[in-house]
């Protein structure tokens, strides 16, 4: 009897124990937003913003100077904001490497560049190119031919410089391809086909095959 009844004791735990986990547990239909706040104070225009990897900054462009320039603005109480370019050039689209060291960005939509997160010279990637985004592991930049080209295509560069490699070619998928994406493996991107105002979302390989919508 002594035996029964610590195994029914410990399965009377057990049971309630589960049954109060899983009514801690947060359901998908109870996300509220908890609080919405301004983060830059601009009197110009902010635009661009990219989220730093450990969510405590923010990169954007600012238009500064008769030019844009990109900034950093610390999210915690009176965080600062910390100015990384500073020309009478088109600083725009600020993405964060995956360890929150560097920050790419384009030039004009003429050519990616890169930047220390916390401030310093910043060094040429490329010559063309808008749009850049980090591989998981900081090795690779993809990157879009540009805005206004109807032959816009995907490129991608190593991070420590080297030529560009062109992943997909003009038309194939038909369209301008545009704002490439990593998929967390690093062995795919997936990119935007647009024609005539029409898009579809697309995916291809590293090595430039097995094209799929």
């Not at 995916?203 to 095959?209: C, E, F, M, P, Q």
Request: proline letters at 7%; aromatic letters at 10%; a positive charge.
């Amino acid at each position: 009897m002594l035996v029964l009844g610590v195994i029914l004791s410990s399965l009377y735990l057990v049971f309630f124990r589960h049954k109060s986990l899983r009514s801690a547990d947060p359901k998908p239909t109870e996300a509220r937003l908890l609080r919405s706040y301004q983060i830059t104070f601009s009197s110009t225009y902010d635009r661009n913003p990219s989220l730093s990897p450990d969510g405590n900054s923010v990169a954007y462009s600012s238009v500064q100077r008769g030019g844009s320039q990109i900034f950093v603005k610390q999210l915690a109480a009176g965080g600062r904001d910390l100015q990384l370019t500073s020309d009478s050039e088109e600083n725009l689209e600020p993405a964060w490497s995956a360890d929150g060291q560097l920050i790419a960005f384009s030039r004009n939509r003429r050519g990616i560049w890169i930047i220390p997160a916390l401030g310093g010279v910043p060094k040429q990637l490329t010559e063309f190119g808008s749009n850049p985004a980090w591989s998981r592991d900081g090795k690779l930049i993809a990157f879009q031919t540009g805005l206004a080209e109807q032959s816009s295509t995907i490129w991608v560069a190593p991070s420590s410089g080297g030529p560009p490699r062109q992943i997909t070619k003009v038309d194939q998928p038909n369209g301008w391809h545009t704002v490439p994406s990593w998929s967390p493996d690093g062995e795919r991107l997936a990119f935007t086909s647009t024609r005539a105002w029409v898009s579809s979302i697309w995916s291809i390989s590293l090595a430039g095959d097995d094209l799929k919508r």
